[in-house]
């Protein structure tokens, strides 16, 4: 049996995994090593066993020799939600970046977002992580975010995604601020199927987000592949926050807003858009989904 495919895939591999097979051989040096930091005190007065690492790995490393920062969430720790010390480490790598000025950073996000065991020291590490990520951006050094786990990227750590310079998925992340379940267990099974897998894959995933501007890069759940999509971002100029982008980028959420509220379904967006046979559009590779964006 070829299972070629498992062992190139991102979504298979645990955070360590992700890390080693994307950066230059040999070249990652882990920061705050497993043991030099006290687990959780919050998960641990709850009785509840915390990880060597709080479900977070930071380090630095090259990437074609150039040197660049990685933090990247382990989804298989309380599906990466995000805590005290995890969102510590996480600050402090960035604030970091802005005094060493590597590269740029790669966060390789795989969170259901913030950790509720942990309750407001979770919740505050969320807004620290924001106002973090955009002290780096300001300091010209640009983020580079790769969703393609098995979490994804929802809540707080949806909207952190969103401010990174570029946002590189694969057709397996998924990308969004309230979750499926989040949505029905609120609103009911009408207005949302959670349990409907094509559904969700179809409103959060990596495709429509691609059509959709909201991310950057659209690559196949393949190392390789989102190497590649890494160079490429390293090689763009970074964007300068000012206020003429930031209103150009909400001009641009208000239109898709206007235009689309209440669907509940990318179908319909996807056929608004004019793009041929909608209904196939889940069963393209994400270079054919590329072709379609380009024309």
């Not at 990596?206 to 393949?222: M, Q």
């Not at 590649?228 to 959420?253: F, N, R």
Request: aromatic content about 6%.
């Amino acid at each position: 049996m070829d299972n070629s495919h498992i062992q190139q895939s991102f979504y298979e591999k645990t955070a360590r995994n992700r890390i080693a097979s994307i950066v230059d051989k040999n070249s990652f040096q882990e920061v705050l090593k497993p043991g030099s930091i006290p687990v959780s005190p919050n998960l641990a007065s709850l009785d509840i066993v915390g990880s060597f690492d709080d479900g977070v790995i930071i380090g630095q490393a090259k990437i074609q020799n150039e040197p660049v920062y990685m933090i990247a969430q382990e989804g298989k720790f309380m599906g990466g939600a995000v805590g005290e010390i995890h969102g510590a480490k996480i600050v402090g790598m960035l604030l970091k970046a802005i005094e060493e000025k590597p590269k740029a950073i790669i966060f390789l996000v795989d969170s259901g977002g913030v950790r509720l065991h942990e309750a407001n020291a979770g919740l505050i590490t969320i807004s620290e992580i924001m106002r973090a990520m955009l002290k780096v951006r300001n300091a010209g050094i640009p983020i580079i975010t790769v969703i393609g786990g098995t979490n994804g990227a929802f809540g707080g750590m949806g909207i952190c995604a969103c401010l990174s310079t570029h946002v590189i998925m694969t057709e397996e992340g998924r990308l969004a601020l309230s979750g499926p379940e989040v949505i029905e267990t609120i609103k009911g099974v009408e207005e949302f199927d959670s349990k409907d897998r094509a559904l969700v894959w179809r409103v959060t995933g990596g495709k429509t987000r691609y059509l959709l501007d909201h991310v950057d890069f659209l690559v196949e759940d393949d190392i390789e592949d989102i190497k590649q999509g890494i160079v490429e971002a390293l090689q763009q100029p970074a964007v300068d926050l000012d206020l003429d982008y930031l209103q150009q980028q909400q001009a641009a959420l208000q239109s898709q807003y206007d235009q689309w509220f209440g669907e509940k379904d990318s179908i319909p967006i996807w056929q608004s858009m004019n793009i041929d046979n909608p209904e196939s559009i889940s069963m393209l590779s994400a270079q054919q989904i590329r072709a379609i964006k380009k024309g």
